[in-house]
Nanobody, 122 residues
Framework: QVQLVESGGGLVQSGGSLRLSCAAS????????MAWFRQAPGKEREFVAV???????YYADSVKGRFTISRDNARNTVYLQMDSLKPEDTAVYYC????????????????WGQGTQVTVSS
């Protein structure tokens, strides 16, 4: 069983930055695919970024060049650095873990955090 706890959300002005953290339990964290998804009110959950065990990353087009996903295997933590934030980035952000490939489909992920709210004001 993997438990995920997100932190770092909040209210920020357009153009500002936030860093989300996700602390994971489990002795094999370094082997997990870790991802961030987000869900705005009335919308489906959407993929944001993924980082695989080897450190490779992949981003949604909407955040490419503005967001950076990283991981610290010694701390069992994954991060999402969000810069140049826009009002359309407002959503609940979820951390997800998969012991397999993971990828961009939320249905591939078996473990989820509780979510953290990010609100970007214009």
């Amino acid at each position: 069983q993997v438990q995920l706890v997100e932190s770092g959300g909040g209210l920020v002005q357009s153009g500002g930055s936030l860093r989300l953290s996700c602390a994971a339990s489990g002795r094999t964290f370094s082997t997990y695919a870790m991802a961030w998804f987000r869900q705005a009110p009335g919308k489906e959950r959407e993929f944001v970024a993924v980082i695989w065990s080897g450190g490779s990353t992949y981003y949604a087009d909407s955040v490419k060049g503005r967001f950076t996903i990283s991981r610290d295997n010694a701390r069992n933590t994954v991060y999402l650095q969000m810069d140049s934030l826009k009002p359309e980035d407002t959503a609940v952000y979820y951390c997800a873990a998969d012991t397999g490939y993971g990828g961009t489909r939320y249905k591939n992920y078996h473990y989820w955090g509780q979510g953290t709210q990010v609100t970007v004001s214009s």
